[in-house]
């Protein structure tokens, strides 16, 4: 379909509208390197072979699987602190990193569609992030993100009719694809800023359409 003919167009946050995957990987190791090196990295390889994913299903995995036994039995180490102190320094980051160039052309190229966010950050940190960087306005249809899952957010907004088939979902990670697929709408991967290392490997084994940043689709 040519891009004018969506009705929806559905992006992703970090690694496709901003330039701040590395942002949220610095901060998963910042807030597990007290735990120990080895802790540390294993949650950062965890993050970046799962992107898209809610931090807050990192966090339940950094505990469940990574923790040592003497951490777990620790009370007071919790998803919800965790996450706490991850957002504390992924706001200032998010604020500060890079942004897709020339987003306001790119949106009246696409004056007939309707924009939405949908991403794996915390929907509040979101909001906040966007309002202050002036580029709520872009996404007429809401952004939304964790804690409610990426796919159930998809299930939802389309069953209120939120997202208007056919619609575009423009990702950067192999989660993006799934949710795109599980919820039959159009996929774009967005590589430039991705951490998906085999996102190569993993475009052409499924065909799917490959740009380097959005806004030159």
Excluded at 123 to 129: N, P, T, Y
Excluded at 130 to 140: A, E, M, P, Q, V
Aim: with cysteine.
């Amino acid at each position: 379909m040519k891009l004018q003919d969506y009705k929806t167009i559905v992006f992703d946050c970090d690694g496709v509208i901003l330039n701040s995957n590395k942002v949220k990987s610095d901060a998963f190791s910042k807030v597990a390197k007290k735990f120990g090196k080895d802790e540390a990295k294993k949650l950062v390889s965890y993050n970046k072979k799962n992107g898209g994913v809610s931090r807050y299903l990192k966090f339940q995995y950094f505990i469940n699987e990574i923790l040592h036994p003497n951490f777990k039995a620790d009370k007071k180490i919790t998803v919800e602190s965790l996450a706490k102190q991850f957002s504390n320094h992924v706001v200032k980051g998010l604020r500060e990193c890079e942004l897709v160039a020339n987003l306001d052309e790119f949106r009246k190229s696409t004056k007939s569609s309707s924009w939405m966010i949908i991403s794996g950050g915390d929907e509040a940190e979101l909001r906040k992030v966007f309002d202050i960087r002036d580029l709520s306005k872009f996404f007429d249809r809401g952004i939304f993100g964790s804690p409610t899952p990426k796919n159930k957010i998809f299930k939802r907004e389309i069953e209120e009719g939120n997202i208007v088939k056919p619609a575009l979902f423009i990702g950067d990670s192999k989660f993006d694809y799934e949710c795109s697929k599980e919820s039959q709408i159009d996929f774009v991967f967005a590589y430039q800023w991705t951490e998906f290392t085999d996102w190569k490997k993993f475009c052409s084994k499924n065909k799917i359409k490959t740009i380097d940043y959005v806004t030159n689709l």
